[in-house]
Every structure is written in C-alpha cells, then in structure tokens.
C-alpha cells in the first residue's frame, strides 16, 4: 500500500526559532498533500492543501507567513513552522493520496510532536 | 455546529462487549465518509470506508443513513488492542480534503 514518511517524529525548539518538517509520498506521487494540526484530546484540524507546482491553499485562521508550506515536487511537501511559540507545540501530521488506490486512498505520515521551549 | 460531531466519550467497556458509536455530519453535499482509528501519539489509520449499503469487515461495521445524514461503527466482540479513539471521518463532494470529528475514545477492560 501508499507509504507516507514524514520526518523528523519529534523536535524541540526554543521560542523564535524555525522548524522544517518534511513530508514525502514513498511509492507514490502526490500533487497534493494535506497538513493538519492537533492539539491533545483534539481532532485533526486541517492547516493548509499544499500544492504540487503551485501556492498552497490554507485554511482560515492560519496564518501563511508563519506556517510556510513548499510543494517543489510530486513526492515532498514541507511545512515550515517560522519564528515558534509555545502555543504552536502541537502533532503535526500530513496526508497524501493515492490516487491510483480504488478505496479513496488518504495515508498519513507518523507525525512530528513539536515541542517549543 | 461542527462538520462532523461524535460523542467524544469515553467509552469503557469489558472484553467481548459490543460497542456501537454514532456520527453526524452537516454537509449535503458530503459523499466519502469513513472510520479512522487512531492510537495515542500515533497517526490516524483508515479502519473501514462507509457505503450506503453498510458494509462488514470481521468484528467491524458501518453503516450510513444520508436522509439522517448519520454514520455509525459497530464493534462486535470487542478485544483490548481495540481500545483506541475512533475518528469519523468526511469528505465533501468536489474538495479533497476530509474533515475530522472530533474522535470517541473507547478503552476496553479485561
């Protein structure tokens, strides 16, 4: 099946430092790839669809300056977490589709728990 | 209201029990629907899609209602690596992107 590896699986930062977490489809490509957030005892709350070639689209709320998404190729988004808080320690986790897969298809990576300090 | 509402729970329940959890979703225009589990610290796994006709897999099944706009998860024969939260999940006809309830927690006890 579609294998998403998404690194690294945790980090810790000081406050007003950046953070780059890559997401990559593994035996697949993907011109799209979603990013969510969640917060404990919370859902998945999707941040931005990035796009392959293109500007990725956000969701309302989240800021595209601070949260810098880049799609360069069919098989890796990264998402850029700029200038860190406390407030943006959080599980970060993306999502690509198979578009080839007949069950719809959406795999997630493991995620990166993001601690700022 | 959210998208997609589930009873956060949680649920406890004794090895063997069967457990049932439900699922609303506001959207008309949804046409994917899916359970997702996912364990602690972990990412979401896809655990079963959810087709008008209801569908089965082993201890697992689902079942979608469109005029009530409700989804469910049946679990029969419950055992402990089943203790996880259970996502329901929905996607909206002409967007790609799912939209997540908000989990139900279920711990079964020996």
């Known amino acids: 099946g579609a294998v998403v590896s998404q690194h690294p699986s945790w980090v810790i930062c000081k406050s007003g430092t950046s953070v780059k977490i890559e997401c990559r489809s593994l035996?697949?490509?993907?011109?799209?790839m979603f990013w969510y957030r969640q917060f404990p005892k919370q859902s998945l709350m999707l941040m931005a669809t990035?796009?392959?070639?293109?500007?990725?689209?956000?969701e309302q709320g989240v800021e595209k300056d601070k949260f810098l998404i880049n799609h360069a190729s069919l098989t890796l988004s990264t998402l850029t977490v700029t200038s860190a808080h406390p407030e943006d320690s959080s599980f970060y986790i993306c999502?690509?589709?198979?578009?080839?897969?007949?069950?719809?298809?959406?795999?997630f990576g493991s995620g990166t728990r993001l601690t700022v300090v | 209201r959210k998208e997609v509402e589930q009873d956060p729970g949680p649920f406890n329940v004794p090895e063997g029990a069967t457990v049932a959890f439900n699922c609303t979703y506001s959207?008309?225009?949804?046409?994917?629907f899916f359970w997702y589990r996912q364990d602690c610290r972990k990412e979401p796994k896809l655990l079963m899609s959810v087709y008008s006709s209801g569908n089965e897999d082993g201890r697992f099944t689902a079942q979608l209602n469109r005029a009530s706009q409700y989804i469910s998860l049946l679990i029969r024969d419950s055992k402990l690596s089943d203790s996880a939260t259970y996502l329901c999940v929905v996607n909206v006809r002409g967007a790609q992107k799912l939209v997540f309830g908000q989990g139900t927690r279920l711990t079964i006890n020996p």
């Open positions: 035996d697949f490509q993907a011109t799209t």
């Open positions: 999502s690509a589709r198979d578009e080839t897969e007949t069950n719809y298809g959406y795999t």
């Open positions: 990035s796009n392959e070639g293109s500007k990725a689209t956000y």
């Open positions: 959207n008309s225009a949804s046409q994917s």
